[in-house]
């Protein structure tokens, strides 16, 4: 079956570092493939999205880029703020499959001041 | 936002009780799916729904059951809640049924379902 690996958090950085969470998937067809983010008490929301293989997502300043020669979606962002500290989650859609998702472990990020 | 609106946020409850969670949307889509959310483990699918009185297993059925006797309300029961129960539980709605421009919309989430079975 489909699933999302996500590199292991937590991940902790200074204000205005670059920030690379790493994403990869294992899926048949062409899936699309979302970065979901979630802060404390609230469900997750969309952060980007991509449908087709070298289509980049991108949102306040975050971005990734659908490669599917190397099965990856990983999220960038260049210079990360105080409140980005969300924890982050790759996922990946099957159109033909009742919309179900597959969503990856998360990745906690906390940025310092 | 889209109107999902799940109760209740909070409930603790003792082992072998039945529990019953509520999703109630304002969006008259079809699609409707229960997760788990827990720490290692990501979202994990428990049961989906595609219409009304159309529902089926996710990856992690077993020990709930769900109901759909309305487009708008999606019910997650717990028949004898366990200890390994304890999560935290997601509602979320996608508007694919909106035709095939929608197909690759995300999913739309409620706020969450914080159980504690003791």
């Known amino acids: 079956g489909d699933s999302v690996t996500q590199m292991e958090g937590p991940v902790t950085l200074s204000e205005e570092a670059f920030l690379t969470i790493n994403c990869t998937y294992t899926?048949?067809?062409?899936?699309?493939l979302f970065w979901y983010v979630q802060y404390p008490g609230e469900g997750l929301q969309l952060l980007l999205k991509?449908?087709?293989?070298?289509d980049k997502g991108s949102n306040k300043g975050f971005e990734a880029t659908y490669r599917k020669e190397t099965t990856s979606f990983h999220l960038e962002k260049g210079s990360v703020q105080v409140s980005d500290s969300a924890v982050y989650f790759c996922?990946?859609?099957?159109?033909?499959?009742?919309?179900?998702?597959?969503f990856g472990d998360g990745t906690t990020l906390t940025v310092k001041p | 936002d889209a109107g999902i609106t799940q109760s209740p946020r909070h409930k603790v409850t003792e082992t072998g009780t039945p529990v019953t969670l509520r999703c109630h949307q304002t969006?008259?889509?079809?699609?409707m799916y229960w997760y788990r959310q827990d720490p290692g483990h990501g979202l994990r699918l428990i049961h989906y729904?595609?219409?009304?009185?159309?529902?089926d297993k996710g990856e992690v059925s077993d020990g709930y059951s769900v109901s759909r006797s309305k487009t708008e309300d999606f019910l997650l029961t717990l028949e004898s809640a366990t200890s390994s129960q304890t999560s935290v539980y997601f509602c979320?709605?996608?508007?694919?049924?909106?035709?095939?421009?929608?197909?690759?919309?995300?999913?739309?989430f409620g706020n969450g379902t914080r159980l504690t079975v003791t």
């Open positions: 991509a449908t087709k293989a070298d």
């Open positions: 969006e008259n889509h079809r699609y």
């Open positions: 729904s595609y219409g009304v009185k159309d529902t």
């Open positions: 979320a709605i996608s508007p694919m049924d909106r035709g095939k421009s929608s197909y690759n919309s995300p999913l739309h």
């Open positions: 996922a990946l859609t099957q159109n033909t499959n009742a919309g179900k998702s597959t």
């Open positions: 899926a048949t067809g062409y899936p699309s």
